[in-house]
């Protein structure tokens, strides 16, 4: 079992929305800021998810120990790309009022501030990993996996590794499985910003046969924590 009976009744008693998070969505939390596709919404739906969990009455996150063990394994090297990406765009904003200044312009251009910026959010990635409930994985969780992984399944396919994204999709499918036969009726949801493993090829809906896996235990996907707040209803 993904989860014990204690933690399944404790759970259940308490009748919280789940969020079950996978690895690059808690890993978005450090990753680069000055990519287009972070935006200030999903950042504060985040928070408001954190603080929810924090209360530990309002929201429950699980994290599946694949997901810790990843975690782990990539956070020292893409809070290190945060940290070069982020002095790389400070140098060149400066390049850039520099040269506006030679050509007349007036006014600072302050980026002092974003000095620190990754250590903060290491320490809010760490918040999220406290918070977090732990699914372990077990012999039935790995043989669903492999199995999908033969299949394929989503986020199975040919050609690809993909047994520990297979790992963590079981392990929410099991303990969503267990929730639901004890009772739980409130919204359960999978977060994980890696669309491309899951939605059909250039649209924004998942893959037929996940969707159908999901389907089964009522849990709905969120590409990102402002999709995820919306569906838990926070």
């Given at each position: 079992m993904s989860l014990g009976p204690a933690e399944i009744s404790d759970l259940v008693a308490l009748g919280a929305p789940v969020l079950c998070v996978d690895t690059c969505t808690v890993l978005d939390v450090i990753r680069d800021i000055t990519r287009e596709t972070v935006k200030l919404t999903d950042t504060s739906a985040g928070f408001v998810l954190?603080?929810?969990?924090?209360?530990?009455?309002?929201?429950?996150?699980?994290?599946?120990?694949?997901?810790?063990?990843?975690?782990?394994?990539?956070?020292?090297?893409?809070?290190?790309?945060?940290?070069?990406?982020?002095?790389?765009?400070?140098?060149?904003?400066?390049?850039?009022?520099?040269?506006?200044?030679?050509?007349?312009?007036?006014?600072?251009?302050?980026?002092?501030?974003?000095?620190?910026?990754?250590?903060?959010?290491?320490?809010?990635?760490?918040r999220w990993e406290t918070i977090a409930w732990k699914v372990p994985s077990n012999p039935g969780v790995a043989g669903r996996a492999f199995a999908r992984v033969n299949a394929p399944r989503t986020p199975a396919r040919k050609g690809k590794e993909s047994m520990k994204d297979c790992v963590v999709v079981e392990a929410y499918l099991e303990a969503a499985q267990q929730l639901r036969s004890a009772g739980l009726t409130a919204p359960i949801v999978f977060a994980s910003s890696n669309t491309k493993e899951y939605n059909a090829p250039n649209t924004s809906h998942l893959q037929p046969d996940i969707a159908a896996d999901f389907g089964a235990v009522a849990m709905e996907y969120a590409p990102n924590f402002g999709a995820a707040k919306h569906l838990l209803r926070l």
């Open positions: 954190l603080a929810a969990a924090e209360t530990n009455a309002d929201l429950v996150v699980l994290m599946a120990a694949q997901v810790a063990i990843e975690l782990a394994s990539n956070v020292p090297e893409v809070q290190q790309e945060a940290e070069d990406k982020l002095t790389k765009f400070r140098a060149q904003a400066q390049r850039i009022h520099d040269v506006a200044t030679a050509f007349g312009a007036l006014g600072a251009l302050p980026t002092s501030h974003l000095h620190g910026h990754v250590t903060r959010a290491r320490l809010v990635l760490g």
